[in-house]
């Protein structure tokens, strides 16, 4: 008598039809206020909202984007501006050097226009 687990014609099992996968995934719009200021002048203002704590933040900055290289290519290198607030990353800038960082209260928070 043989048993099912030797016969391996036994165990295989037709191929089912695939499903598509649903994923529930969370719909939520979620964006950053930014604002570039004097960018014509050698030192340029930009003002915006952490991405994790939406404190608001003025960055000076100044030089053009540094070309780096990203899996063998040239890229534009991205510095990382620190919220003074929650010290996460808040924003990556393409720039030469971040001046300065100030934490001040988010232009966004009570008028939509700016």
């Known amino acids: 008598m043989a048993d099912a687990t030797t016969n391996p014609e036994q165990q295989s099992k037709p191929p089912r039809p695939s499903k598509p996968r649903t994923q529930k995934l969370e719909l939520r719009e979620r964006f950053q206020h930014v604002k570039f200021l004097d960018c014509n002048k050698p030192v340029g203002r930009v003002i915006f909202e952490c991405w994790h704590c939406q404190q608001g933040i003025i ?3 100044r030089g053009e984007p540094i070309m780096g290289e990203f899996k063998g290519r040239p890229s534009i290198s991205l510095v990382n501006v620190e919220c003074p607030n929650c010290g996460k990353t808040a924003i990556k800038l393409s720039t030469g050097e971040i001046l300065s960082t100030t934490a001040i209260p988010s232009p966004w928070k009570n008028d939509s226009t700016i």
């Open 59 to 61: 960055s000076e900055f």
